[in-house]
Nanobody, 123 residues
Framework: VQLQACGGGLVQAGGSLRISCAAS????????MSWFRQAPGKEREFVSASSWAASNAYYADSVKGRFTISRDNAKNTVYLQMNSLKPEDTAVYYC?????????????????WGQGTEVTVSS
């Protein structure tokens, strides 16, 4: 099983970026697909989750209203559209997949992790 994240980069504050994570090796249609991030010197934190049926989306308060998670089960891919970016959004963003049906914000609930894609927001 592999999770390949891409789409990170450098963007000015107020700008937008879309990152994606493609999973391979098996189908994850029955698994939650989520995003976490880790800023330098800080712990990994939850950003957003898409429930297994994509019927529910969950967001950290810090990104609510600015970020949108979506997924394409046919492509085994999860996306994170990030708008109105702020310098405090600067971090390495990791995708995570697992049989999670509650506690979506707990990194310990996820079985598989991508390698991360770096997002830098300049002021």
């Amino acid at each position: 099983v592999q999770l390949q994240a891409c789409g990170g980069g450098l963007v000015q504050a107020g700008g937008s970026l879309r990152i994606s994570c493609a999973a391979s090796g098996r189908s994850f249609s029955s698994y939650a697909m989520s995003w976490f991030r880790q800023a330098p010197g800080k712990e990994r934190e939850f950003v957003s989750a898409s429930s297994w049926a994509a019927s529910n989306a969950y967001y950290a308060d810090s990104v609510k209203g600015r970020f949108t998670i979506s997924r394409d089960n046919a492509k085994n891919t999860v996306y994170l559209q990030m708008n109105s970016l702020k310098p405090e959004d600067t971090a390495v963003y990791y995708c995570a997949v697992g049989p999670v049906y509650s506690s979506y914000d707990s990194p310990f609930a996820y079985n598989y992790w991508g390698q991360g894609t770096e997002v830098t927001v300049s002021s």
